[in-house]
Structure formats: C-alpha cells, structure tokens
C-alpha cells in the first residue's frame, strides 16, 4: 500500500465563502484542509460574541458528512454560508424563534448538540474528562483572542488505489483493488487508526505498524494476538469484518420492513473472490 498523497486542480471553500486552498496538482484527488481555523461572523454583522476557533482537525475522527452533510465525495466542499445553504447569519423565523437554516443555528446544531450527544454517551468517569465546549463560553471566550490559521494541505486520492502485500510476504492471493472514495463515508481513523490528523499519513505496513509479513507458528488466523501486526489479518480484521457488520446491519433492517435504499448500508465484498480476483 502506498502513500496516499496526491494533489488536484481544486479549490476548498469554509467558512468564509472564500476559496482558502487552490494549487495545481498531477493527480484526482480532493484536498483536506489540517490544522485550526477561525470562524467568524461576515463583516457586516454586529456579532454579540466572540469569534471561534475551531480544531478542524481534532473532528478527523467523525465522517466528513457529520457536517458537511450535502457534500458529495470527491467533489469540492462548499462553505456553509454558499448560496442556497445557510447562507443568512442569523434570520429569524416566523415564531420569533433562530432560524434551523441561518448560519448561527447550522453552527449550534452541527458542534454545540454534536459535543451533548457525545458527552450523553460516556460513562460518568469518562464525562469528568470530557473537554469538548458545550456552555457558550466554551467556544465564544469572553476575552476575544487573535484569529488563528494553523492549516496545511493534505491531498486525498479519489478513485482506487490498489492494495499489495508488503515486499518480502508470501503472498497466496493476488492484490486488492480498494475504491477509496466510496469510505469517504466513514471518519479517517476508522482504517488509518493512529493518525493524528495533523502529520503524514504512513503506509500500514510501515515499520512499527502491520508490518510482519509472515503470521506467527504459520498460522494465518487473523484472531491469534501474535498475528495483530500481520499485515495479513490487520487488513481482514479491518475490511471484511466492517463489511460483515454492514451486511448484518443491513439485513436486519430489510427483515423490520425498512425499503428506503438511502437508510439502507451499501455493502462491501465478504467473500474471497470478491477482493482477490
């Protein structure tokens, strides 16, 4: 498995609505901004709160839609405030009430209720150590701070990258032809797990990693704890179990009567022949 970074002609655009990253690149891919941004309010708006800044990176953890809910992978990211989105800061609507489609309410929904559901989810040890904002202060300091603007570029291919064992394995079965762009639907470190989200991501096979190229007494079990850097079962373990869960999932859903393909999980490849062809 190679090094996933590549670059495109494409420009991202945030919060601003202005294009923040636009290079000439060799290669289809779209490019993940790392790093922290600050978010602030348009010029024109009299904000009565300090603007935010946002550890883009620290979100890696959940998938890109989590947010950018309308994003189609591969294809630019819009800002927020985009025409035809959220695109007034803070309307009201008829009952007087924030509007669920201005900017300020997109922002409260996304990050505010995001971090409470989180936090609803820890056990009680677990929720004294949770840093995550939730009181307004927490993200809207009293004391307004500079603007911060931490972000680097990572290049992210779009379209299949072809996974092969490492040099030196007995292979018994021919490589894999993983399509990259149809996880974009899951967080990074579902498979890339010890990134994070800020260096290099490293091939799995590097040295230190899943880099054992023969399984332990010869034994290709997957679950054997001496075989948990055989490159061999970290890729099964990872791909054909997620893929297992899905088609499970997905099953027990049809069979309570659900139809409806869009709240239905597309599965992957579980048999052999599926991924070694």
């Excluded at 890696?60 to 950018?68: A, E, R, T, Y």
């Excluded at 189609?72 to 309307?91: D, L, M, N, Q, R």
């Amino acid at each position: 498995m190679k090094r996933i970074f590549f670059a495109v002609l494409l420009p991202v655009a945030l919060f601003s609505g202005t294009v923040l990253v636009h290079e000439a690149c060799s290669q289809e891919a779209f490019i993940l901004p790392a790093g922290t941004m600050t978010l602030s309010p348009p010029e024109n708006y009299d904000a009565k709160k300090s603007w935010v800044v946002f550890p883009h990176s620290t979100h890696f953890k959940f998938p890109c839609q989590s947010c950018h809910h309308e994003w189609v992978p591969g294809e630019e990211v819009k800002s927020c405030s985009s025409a035809g989105c959220h695109e007034e800061f803070w309307p009201e609507a008829a009952d007087g009430k924030e509007d669920n489609l201005s900017l300020t309410a997109a922002y409260h929904r996304a990050c505010r209720d995001c971090h409470r559901d989180e936090l609803a989810k820890l056990d009680k040890k677990a929720k004294a150590g949770y840093k995550a904002p939730i009181a307004c202060d927490g993200c809207h300091p009293a004391t307004q701070g500079p603007k911060v603007n931490t972000m680097s570029d990572f290049h992210v291919p779009v379209g299949t990258i072809t996974l092969e064992p490492p040099e030196g394995a007995d292979a018994k079965r021919s490589s894999v032809d993983f399509p990259h762009d149809t996880h974009f639907g899951f967080a990074c470190g579902e498979c890339h797990h010890t990134w994070d989200g800020i260096s290099e991501v490293q091939n799995c096979t590097t040295s230190g990693c899943h880099d054992q190229t023969e399984p332990a007494d010869g034994k290709r079990n997957i679950n054997d704890p001496g075989n948990q850097k055989y490159y061999l079962a970290a890729y099964h373990k990872l791909c054909l179990y997620c893929h297992r869960d899905l088609k499970n999932e997905r099953a027990a859903l049809e069979k309570a009567g659900v139809t409806d393909e869009s709240k239905l999980p597309a599965v992957g490849p579980t048999a052999c022949a599926e991924c070694h062809q």
